[in-house]
């Protein structure tokens, strides 16, 4: 029992130091906020001299028909509807600049987040929540950090003045306000713990809706292939299943105590009535004077009903920020450098290399020792889930080895800046990864979007891609899709090399970076590879023996172990894994011809 209210009031300090944090974000276009709140007490301050109005309204113009008052009192009231008109107008496009501001501000601070975070996160989360982030939670803080506030301060305003004009004219009558007051808060006390547990569930479910809409668009010709559509349909209809009905309750919640309001501020409209008919008070009240406290107390509930409805889009607004500020509070990529490293000579050194993935405990490498010199070829090869591919990402510290060091010139790798460590290295993955932009952007992408034309034409024919790149509608302009979509396979991977070739790096990464290409494409493409690693290091994993034969050395990995190393012709008198994988795959191009 006593934990308990430890537990609230810890969690409380959180939110109203998430909240502070928010506000913050809209102290960069505090002139708009400043005007928009000018207008939110303009408003309800109009409002309130309008009800105030209304007892000499009806007692002066109806009762003592009051010549002044009936040539004036016309005037009057489209006046003060002038300017509620003109303050409401400065309040909602104030509200809005602030918002939309807002929302744009975390959305760049958040991907700002996701360039700098380690690829660590990116393993262990899946993409679809990554993406909802950006798309739908940071549209939620709009709601807490302008739209709450405004009518926080609107109908906060609406309630005073009205309180301020029932007191005015009746502090007796106001007595009614009893009945309602106490019921408002115990409602917006429970409503306020049920929005935020509800609020936090379904940010998690947008981001499995995220995924599985993502998924299946990737993927939609397996789908179709496979006959998958039933499933991911089901797949699909069970998450949204599960938004519609967090979303129902959010409803259910509001509809709830907005219902439950209406019925109490009904009651205090009665207990007024009855206050005011009692006799010893019936002749003593105006009926101008029971118009406008009654009108007062009508005006009042509307307000009290959506300050108690912020709720809903204040806790979904804080839980948005919650989850915004844990991704930008994240800590980036460790880079402990210090030396910046200009261009290196090219040597690289794994000593007892161990490497075990935090997300499931997989150990990927135990113990790989491998000396790399300058300007030579290393082929690692092996069978799947053998280590090769976590070994060459450990090059540009895409991960850090859990033990054992990477020595490149002779120093711990560690020692070298991160931006300058991966200057060196030139990269072509497995999986080839292209922009929605021109074939010349893809090529000449990040640090080389300065190279000229014929650098990157160069590096084009180098790679064997002007042959179609001549072809395409606009050459060199030609957008090529998200993902390089209107290309095929082939044609990524060549414009992939040719980005390599381009960056003209000491270090070359070449993962399976032929596998994409036909056999005439993957000729031409060997041909200007072997030219490129001429002065470079240069590692490759690749899967057909037959683009490595004239390596420097081959390293045969076994479960995150190499077992065998040396040359073609040496590891093949061996008579070990690698002969074996050699006449296995010649059988199989002896079979195929």
């Avoid at 179709?224 to 699909?236: D, K, L, V």
Wanted: hydrophobic share 45%; with cysteine.
């Amino acid at each position: 029992m006593s934990d308990k209210p430890k537990k609230v009031s810890v969690w409380d300090a959180r939110t109203w130091q998430t909240y502070k944090r928010l506000l913050s974000y809209t102290r960069r276009f505090r002139s708009a906020g400043y005007i928009a709140i000018i207008g939110m007490i303009v408003d309800p301050i109009c409002l309130s001299v309008f009800t105030g109005s209304l007892k000499p309204m009806i007692d002066n113009l109806f009762v003592d028909k009051n010549p002044s008052t009936i040539f004036w009192m016309p005037i009057w009231i489209v006046g003060i509807f002038l300017v509620r008109g003109v303050a409401s107008y400065v309040t909602d496009y104030g509200i809005a600049y602030v918002g939309r501001n807002v929302v744009q501000a975390m959305r760049i601070d958040v991907f700002a987040a996701y360039l700098r975070l380690p690829s660590t996160f990116f393993a262990r989360e899946p993409s679809g929540q990554q993406i909802s982030r950006i798309t739908y939670t940071s549209e939620q803080v709009a709601s807490a950090s302008a739209d709450s506030l405004k009518v926080a301060i609107t109908e906060g305003f609406t309630v005073i003045g009205m309180l301020a004009v029932m007191l005015y004219y009746s502090p007796y009558l106001t007595m009614a306000l009893l009945v309602l007051v106490p019921c408002v808060v115990v409602i917006v006390t429970i409503i306020s713990r049920r929005y935020r547990k509800i609020s936090k569930r379904i940010q998690g479910n947008m981001g499995t809706v995220t995924s599985a809409v993502e998924e299946a668009v990737a993927a939609n010709r397996e789908v179709r292939i496979y006959g998958g559509q039933q499933r991911e349909a089901e797949r699909f209809g069970e998450v949204a299943e599960r938004q519609r009905h967090l979303n129902l309750k959010v409803s259910a919640t509001s509809a709830a105590s907005s219902a439950t309001i209406q019925t109490v501020g009904a009651m205090a409209l009665a207990m007024l009535v009855f206050l005011a008919t009692r006799p010893a008070i019936l002749n003593t009240i105006s009926p101008g004077i029971f118009t406008a406290v009654l009108t007062a107390m009508g005006a009042m509930m509307p307000s009290l009903k959506r300050l108690a409805g912020i709720q809903a889009s204040l806790q979904k607004g804080v839980t948005a920020a919650e989850d915004l500020f844990e991704i930008m509070d994240q800590p980036p990529e460790i880079d402990t450098g210090t030396d910046v490293l200009e261009r290196t000579k090219g040597d690289i050194r794994f000593e007892d290399i161990h490497l075990v993935y935090e997300r499931n405990d997989h150990v990927a490498l135990r113990g790989v020792t491998l000396a790399c010199a300058p300007g030579t070829v290393t082929a690692l090869v092996g069978r799947s889930g053998s280590g090769k591919s976590s070994l060459v990402s450990l090059l540009p510290r895409f991960y850090q080895p859990t033990s054992g060091h990477i020595l490149i010139d002779g120093r711990d790798y560690t020692q070298y800046t991160l931006p300058s460590l991966r200057k060196q290295i030139a990269w072509v993955g497995q999986h080839v990864v292209l922009f929605d932009d021109t074939v010349a952007a893809n090529i000449a992408y990040g640090e080389m979007a300065g190279a000229s034309e014929a650098e990157i034409v160069a590096a084009a024919q180098a790679a064997n891609a002007m042959e179609f790149i001549e072809r395409l509608p606009e050459g060199l302009n030609t957008r090529i899709g998200q993902g390089g979509n209107s290309l095929s396979g082939g044609q990524r991977q060549r414009l992939a090399i040719a980005r390599a070739i381009l960056k003209n790096a000491p270090i070359l990464v070449l993962d399976e970076a032929t596998s994409a290409l036909d056999t005439e494409s993957e000729r031409l493409i060997q041909d200007a590879l072997t030219r490129l690693m001429r002065d470079r290091t240069t590692l490759v994993i690749a899967h057909r023996l037959s683009t490595i034969e004239h390596a420097d050395q081959i390293a045969v990995l076994d479960q995150g172990r190499v077992v065998e190393l040396g040359t073609h012709r040496e590891l093949l008198d061996m008579g070990g894994q690698y002969a074996a994988l050699h006449r296995m795959q010649f059988h199989e191009q002896v079979t195929a011809s």
